[in-house]
């Protein structure tokens, strides 16, 4: 059973930043992707950043250049830099795992970001 913890949330002005970090159970090089969602109060949950198993990413234009996601494979731990936030960055951030041929499929349990302004 894959298993992804999340941690790294937590509260920040606007302005500020935070990095997210996912830990996986297993080899995050047996998947097609891992990606960073989130799903802010009312609204549906969005992927926000994703890095492809040959180590491409792509990202919302929401957080086009202030989210970067990277990943260290001895770690098999996936992280998400976040600068300059906004309020509207404010959600509960999900980590997941995309297997070959289908969709994000792992999920951790999420963590809580909330920008102040």
């Known amino acids: 059973q894959v298993q992804l913890v999340e941690s790294g949330g937590g509260k920040v002005q606007a302005g500020g930043s935070l990095t997210l970090s996912c830990a996986a159970s297993?080899?995050?090089?047996?998947?097609?992707?891992m990606g960073w969602h989130r799903q802010a109060p009312g609204k549906q949950r969005e992927l926000v950043a994703s890095i492809m198993h040959g180590g491409s990413t792509n990202y919302a234009d929401s957080v086009k250049g202030r989210f970067t996601i990277s990943r260290d494979s001895a770690k098999n731990t996936v992280y998400l830099q976040m600068n300059s936030l906004k309020p509207e960055d404010t959600a509960v951030y999900y980590c997941a795992a995309r297997p070959w041929g289908r969709p994000y499929e792992y999920w951790g349990q999420g963590t809580q970001v909330t920008v102040s302004s």
């Open positions: 297993t080899n995050i090089f047996s998947f097609n992707a």
